[in-house]
């Protein structure tokens, strides 16, 4: 009886310490907008691809800065989050081509997005009616 109480105390503590370390769900759900935003432009003028910073490479760098993992996918990122109205933060995405969503970037709240460019071959803000195809927004925080 007693070992099956040390083995029971034992568990229940590492499961206490383990969870107390472990970042919680709200924890990342705490992420502003704002902060998504100063963190997507501190990459502007980053090239193209460095790093892998594709546009989806990027938008998950950015959220990975700040706590939160997303997927290294256009269509899972879209998929991911709760459509939004393109706020501050917000992940939009585009169809450019016609083929389904092939471009994400980051929404500034201002009608631009912070996006990873093969256009201009970096990380730019533009206006978010300038890259073609807009399809919508999600919020991920």
Do not use: W
């Not at 910073?53 to 950015?62: E, H, I, K």
């Amino acid at each position: 009886m007693r070992k099956t109480f040390v083995a029971l105390f034992s568990c229940a503590v590492l499961s206490a310490a383990l969870l107390a370390t472990a970042p919680s769900e709200a924890s990342a759900q705490a992420v502003s907008g704002e902060a998504a935003v100063a963190e997507a432009q501190s990459y502007i003028g980053t090239p193209y691809g460095a790093g892998g910073l594709d546009c989806s490479g990027f938008t998950s760098a950015v959220y990975a800065n700040l706590g939160v993992s997303l997927p290294d996918d256009p269509v899972a990122q879209y998929n991911y989050g709760t459509p939004s109205d393109a706020a501050a933060g917000d992940l939009v995405f585009f169809d450019e081509a016609g083929y389904g969503i092939s471009h994400v970037g980051i929404a500034t709240g201002y009608g631009t997005v912070i996006h990873s460019s093969t256009y201009y071959g970096t990380v730019v803000e533009s206006s978010i009616y300038d890259v073609p195809g807009y399809v919508g927004a999600v919020d991920v925080s």
